[in-house]
């Protein structure tokens, strides 16, 4: 697509934790023009988008019907529901509109040989892009591939997660991963695996980018379990139940692991074993030379925002999506995401 002459045409797909701060920004955004917002919830439906993301009316409403929204001609649909649905982006796409999406897609390969040659014949039919990423898998991901840049030598890259999650109030994201099942329950090592497919795509990307021969990607897993009943407000967790997660997935060449992408997550503070957090992202580069750099929030456990950090570096990628070649695009195809248009300049 060429570059934009006319404020972007953007429909946000759900108003859910990620939803109402993409709403935001987009509203904020000075090349950014909401025109739409779909709604899978029936109480949601008819109801203003401000009014839903805790803003002043915006005068647009939330609908559940894909064809009126495709019917606005959006140039991109920020694509942020829980769970994705292939139906739903192929149409998207063919429609000729772009996609940024949040929902667990990076470069599409975990949803299978044929929904990706779907997903890519889509895009050559409407010209358009899509283009997924979050915080983690995306944005770290990205810090990464740039602190490789000062090496000569890269042994091992690392990208660590290490947050207490506990404010983010999505009780079925976690339920999805396995939280609250029993530790020792053996379905709890597949589930996390299946239910976190972006992750592997985010290795494969970093490979890509590096122009490394993956040899294989291996998943570990190990558990918290919580040392009483836990009632978080948004769920609960039983006593004796996954309260905690620390995984990797490892790219290994020669049976060493080069790329490491490793989650440390907690929810709540009653847990054995508690692991200490680094309330951020961490960066390790073993090589010549080594380099470690730390992305973090500031502010304390209470005030961490992971929405926000989801949302953000979506919706500052859309100019450059919607300039972009169609296709499935990732992060080390696009120039430089900044945080343009963001700086307060009121003194």
Known sequence: MSKATHPIRVVQWTTGVVGKPSVRAIVAHPLLELVGCYCHAPDKVGQDIGTLCGMAPLGITATNDIDALLALKPDCVSYMPQFPNVDEMEKILASGCDIVSTAYFMTGTQFGKDEVARLRAATLKGGSSIYGGGVNPGHANVIALVASAGCARIDKISVLESVDATPYESAGTWTAIGFGLPVDDPAAPPLAERAMPSFKEAVEMMANALKIDVDEIRFDVEYAAATEDVDLGYMKIGKGCISGLRCCWSARVNGKPAIELKVAWKLGTKLEPNWPVEEGWLIEIQGQPN??????????????????????????????????????????????????YCVNTQG
């Open 291 to 340: 380099i470690r750099c730390k992305y973090q929030q500031t502010g304390g456990t209470r005030d961490f925002d992971p929405a926000t950090l989801t949302a953000m570096p979506m919706i500052h990628a859309i100019p450059h999506v919607f300039a972009a070649a169609p296709g499935i695009i990732t992060a080390d195809q696009l120039p430089l995401v900044t945080g343009a």
